[in-house]
């Protein structure tokens, strides 16, 4: 395919893809970790940050990727 | 001493960004096909990209884990640093100087000091900040091994070569546009893999008041201390920091410095490299709420006994640096680490990509195509620049084991700015701002600042001289000494350049048109409102400075 039809894609969508992917990864690290709790704990680990926090990323990213797909 | 354990999320988490940025690298390419799309990025960024990544430039792991630290150290009087030590610079540069830059096609800050004086004064700074960039990115290199030894367990020279190599990759493919993409990739894991840090530590504290109230006022005041620098963290006046921070080094380096002014080359039009600067203000402004809090939190929990929080020792000396990896071992869990390292990876490497592409377009245009091949073709330079990327991420990797076996250099990190960047201000001050200014002067004058900077270093390191003397307290810290060596290097260049101005034949004035104010005629911006004018962000922008300055005082 010639390059002059290619259209690069925008640099937020491809920080929303990177986002959704990482943010994905640190909630089901979350999950996992409700589910099976590890030997050390780290402080604060009640509030489950890993949770929210992974969740906020993935909705920050998500917003990017959607709203950015066919924009160039 | 290994911190931190990671588990496989953390690794995935770690894998998909190496993937991500070699894969840009590839993408990207299939975008290079000219000089201008590989050392300006085509010119076609909106303010928004540009802005983020002549933020993004200077926010590199480094300077995370240095200030964190030094927030340890010094206290709140680093805030100085992100406000009145950046914002009214970046401003200047938007309102002032970006019509200069911009409006001269320049590729470089060199190539503005070739057209508004002489060739010599070019290769003399390009020269400079050629050596500087190497240097700074080969510590960078350096710096990220050390703290992935330190606080991971990495091998040395694997993690060094890894990064270095991966860096090589993407920059060379496509040079500036890639070196941006990643910046403000890292930009946003920098906010999402450390800002939770500061929200934890504030959660454990009670809130941002308890922290501020459990450290002495030395520690948690901006200015009310700064009469008497016995009285403050950082034991200076608040003549050092209006003068030799928020004056010479700040505007040295933010108007000056080709790393971050390079960005605002690659927007689309005048106004959007305008804005860039401006825009990346209110973000800057923004950056104490990780590196500072997280920094009062390190300390309030030190202080405290039953927290069971301690910075690491090397050798009986407190690691100020470790102060972010040891939060972050503190408050992350699985999945968290990995974003949390991953944040310090995108730092430590974007920041390097930022070096290597600034020192590839200077090495291109203002020393290759300038002094060794006049006539080299556009086809030629983006092979050189390529060529440049790897030559200068070999340079760099030199660099870093040099640092490895000299480990003081990182103490002429900072004085290596006071030399290229502060003297340059006053070059560019003048020249942009007084027709009469001549090449002679400018060449002279640059040269009497950065070797009067050079000497003072020299002479204050070795006893030659007292750095009271210098910083005229006496007490001082090393900081305090820097600020005071920048102003003074900076007034040399100043002076010197005046007076053989006054005894030399100036240029004239019609090669002087846009590229001097008085000389240059103004943008016709009657028809546009003021309320979407550069002018009107860089107010608000300013009166969010003085409310924080007001609000912490």
């Known amino acids: 395919m010639s390059t002059e039809t290619v259209k690069m894609k925008s640099i937020w969508y491809v920080v929303g893809l990177l986002l959704l992917i990482i943010g994905g990864l640190v909630l089901l690290g979350g999950i996992l970790n409700l589910i099976s709790p590890p030997e050390h704990k780290t402080v604060l680990a009640n509030l489950r940050p890993d949770l929210w926090w992974g969740g906020i990323i993935v909705v920050f990213g998500g917003i990017l990727f959607f709203s950015h797909r066919n924009s160039h | 001493m290994v911190t931190i354990n990671l588990g496989v999320i953390d690794w995935l988490v770690i894998a998909t960004y190496f993937a991500f940025v070699i894969g840009l690298g590839f993408y990207l390419k299939r975008f290079t096909k000219s000089e201008e799309d590989f050392f300006l990025a085509g010119r076609k960024n909106s303010s928004w990209v540009a802005g983020l990544a002549f933020l993004s430039a200077n926010l590199g792991a480094l300077e995370l884990l240095g200030m964190t630290g030094n927030t340890f150290k010094y206290g709140m009087y680093v805030a100085h640093f992100y406000w009145i030590g950046a914002i009214p610079a970046m401003l200047f540069l938007g309102v002032y100087m970006m019509p200069f830059y911009y409006s001269s096609r320049i590729k470089s800050v060199p190539g503005y000091l070739k057209l508004r004086f002489d060739e010599r004064t070019r290769v003399l700074n390009g020269i400079a900040f050629a050596v500087m960039t190497l240097l700074v990115s080969g510590i960078n290199l350096y710096a990220m091994a050390l703290v992935l030894h330190t606080f991971l367990g990495w091998h040395w020279d694997a993690s060094m070569w890894a990064s270095a190599a991966t860096v090589a990759v993407y920059v060379t493919m496509s040079g500036l546009m890639s070196a941006i993409f990643t910046e403000i990739i890292q930009f946003f894991l920098i906010w999402f893999g450390l800002f939770l840090v500061s929200i934890m530590g504030v959660i454990e504290i009670g809130s941002v008041k308890e922290v501020f109230a459990r450290i002495p006022e030395?520690?948690?005041?901006?200015?009310?201390?700064?009469?008497?620098?016995?009285?403050?963290?950082?034991?200076?006046?608040?003549?050092?920091?209006?003068?030799?921070?928020?004056?010479?080094?700040?505007?040295?380096?933010?108007?000056?410095?080709?790393?971050?002014?390079?960005?605002?080359?690659?927007?689309?039009?005048?106004?959007?490299?305008?804005?860039?600067?401006?825009?990346?203000?209110?973000?800057?402004?923004?950056?104490?709420?990780?590196?500072?809090?997280?920094?009062?939190?390190?300390?309030?929990?030190?202080?405290?006994?039953?927290?069971?929080?301690?910075?690491?020792?090397?050798?009986?000396?407190?690691?100020?640096?470790?102060?972010?990896?040891?939060?972050?071992?503190?408050?992350?869990?699985?999945?968290?680490?990995?974003?949390?390292?991953?944040?310090?990876?995108?730092?430590?490497?974007?920041?390097?990509?930022?070096?290597?592409?600034?020192?590839?377009?200077?090495?291109?245009?203002?020393?290759?195509?300038?002094?060794?091949?006049?006539?080299?073709?556009?086809?030629?330079?983006?092979?050189?620049?390529?060529?440049?990327?790897?030559?200068?991420?070999?340079?760099?990797?030199?660099?870093?084991?040099?640092?490895?076996?000299?480990?003081?250099?990182?103490?002429?990190?900072?004085?290596?700015?006071?030399?290229?960047?502060?003297?340059?201000?006053?070059?560019?001050?003048?020249?942009?701002?007084?027709?009469?200014?001549?090449?002679?002067?400018?060449?002279?004058?640059?040269?009497?600042?950065?070797?009067?900077?050079?000497?003072?270093?020299?002479?204050?390191?070795?006893?030659?001289?007292?750095?009271?003397?210098?910083?005229?307290?006496?007490?001082?810290?090393?900081?305090?000494?820097?600020?005071?060596?920048?102003?003074?290097?900076?007034?040399?260049?100043?002076?010197?350049?005046?007076?053989?101005?006054?005894?030399?034949?100036?240029?004239?004035?019609?090669?002087?048109?846009?590229?001097?104010?008085g000389l240059t005629p103004e943008a016709d911006t009657a028809n546009v409102p003021f309320t979407k004018r550069p002018e009107f962000f860089a107010l608000i922008s300013l009166i969010v400075l003085v409310l924080l300055n007001v609000y912490f005082w």
């Open chain 2, 218 to 517: 030395a520690y948690n005041t901006l200015w009310s201390t700064s009469a008497d620098p016995s009285q403050n963290g950082m034991l200076i006046t608040w003549g050092g920091i209006v003068l030799g921070l928020g004056f010479v080094l700040s505007f040295g380096y933010w108007t000056t410095d080709f790393l971050v002014v390079q960005r605002a080359f690659s927007a689309k039009d005048l106004r959007s490299a305008r804005m860039t600067p401006i825009l990346a203000s209110f973000f800057k402004m923004a950056v104490p709420f990780i590196v500072i809090i997280a920094g009062l939190v390190a300390l309030v929990l030190a202080k405290d006994p039953n927290s069971g929080f301690a910075l690491l020792q090397d050798g009986g000396q407190i690691n100020y640096d470790s102060a972010l990896p040891m939060l972050i071992a503190r408050y992350y869990p699985q999945g968290l680490v990995g974003l949390g390292v991953t944040a310090l990876l995108a730092g430590f490497m974007a920041g390097q990509a930022g070096n290597i592409s600034a020192f590839n377009t200077v090495w291109t245009y203002d020393i290759y195509k300038s002094v060794i091949n006049k006539n080299a073709s556009d086809t030629h330079l983006l092979w050189m620049g390529r060529v440049a990327t790897i030559g200068g991420i070999l340079l760099s990797i030199v660099t870093a084991y040099w640092a490895k076996s000299f480990p003081s250099i990182m103490d002429y990190m900072q004085a290596i700015f006071s030399w290229v960047n502060a003297p340059l201000f006053a070059t560019m001050l003048l020249g942009m701002f007084v027709w009469w200014i001549t090449p002679a002067g400018a060449f002279w004058g640059l040269l009497a600042g950065m070797g009067s900077s050079v000497v003072m270093f020299l002479a204050s390191k070795f006893n030659w001289v007292s750095s009271s003397a210098i910083a005229m307290s006496p007490q001082a810290s090393d900081m305090a000494v820097n600020f005071w060596r920048a102003w003074w290097a900076w007034a040399i260049c100043f002076g010197t350049t005046v007076l053989i101005s006054l005894s030399t034949k100036p240029k004239p004035q019609e090669e002087l048109r846009g590229l001097v104010i």
